[in-house]
């Protein structure tokens, strides 16, 4: 805490003087950890901000489809591909805010299929895996 004063000084040479405490208060540090995923599936956001010393925090996290959460640690589901600049804003109750992005990245799906010749007793069966994945075959 820092006593900040102020001395005013009339043209006649009358003072009046006021002083008053002033409190700094640390800007949180946002981070998080987020591991890039496939279309329809949850991703999982991992906060791991940090203030010191310790305080309440608040977080708002804009996941950049149109949809944000307040959660500390929110899961979501993406809707579609594409790369996704994840924004996590943290602050805390006297106004201090910090914000960190990141890039979330979400895939399509892989397409599963295999085809197989007919089964008989006691007949070795062969099976053919047609499986394909954004950037190729298995």
């Given at each position: 805490?820092?006593?900040?004063?102020?001395?005013a000084?009339?043209?006649?040479?009358?003072?009046?003087?006021?002083?008053?405490?002033?409190q700094?208060?640390?800007?949180?540090?946002?981070n998080?950890?987020?591991?890039?995923?496939?279309?329809?599936?949850?991703?999982?956001?991992?906060?791991?901000?940090?203030?010191?010393?310790?305080?309440?925090?608040?977080?708002?996290?804009?996941?950049?489809?149109?949809?944000t959460?307040t959660?500390?640690?929110?899961?979501k589901?993406?809707?579609?591909?594409?790369?996704?600049?994840?924004?996590?804003?943290?602050?805390?109750?006297?106004g201090?805010?910090?914000?960190?992005?990141?890039e979330?990245?979400?895939?399509?799906?892989?397409?599963?299929f295999?085809?197989?010749?007919?089964i008989c007793?006691?007949?070795?069966v062969s099976?053919?895996?047609?499986?394909?994945?954004?950037?190729?075959t298995?």
């Open positions: 805490i820092y006593v900040v004063s102020v001395t000084i009339s043209p006649l040479g009358c003072t009046h003087t006021v002083a008053k405490p002033i700094i208060f640390a800007n949180p540090l946002p998080f950890t987020v591991t890039s995923g496939c279309i329809g599936a949850t991703t999982n956001f991992v906060n791991t901000s940090s203030i010191s010393p310790s305080a309440t925090l608040f977080y708002n996290w804009d996941f950049k489809d149109g949809s959460s959660q500390p640690n929110p899961s589901t993406y809707g579609a591909t594409g790369n996704y600049l994840v924004k996590l804003t943290v602050s805390r109750a006297e201090c805010a910090q914000s960190l992005e990141k979330v990245i979400i895939f399509q799906k892989p397409s599963a295999f085809q197989f010749n007919h007793a006691e007949d070795t099976f053919v895996n047609y499986s394909t994945h954004f950037g190729g298995f």
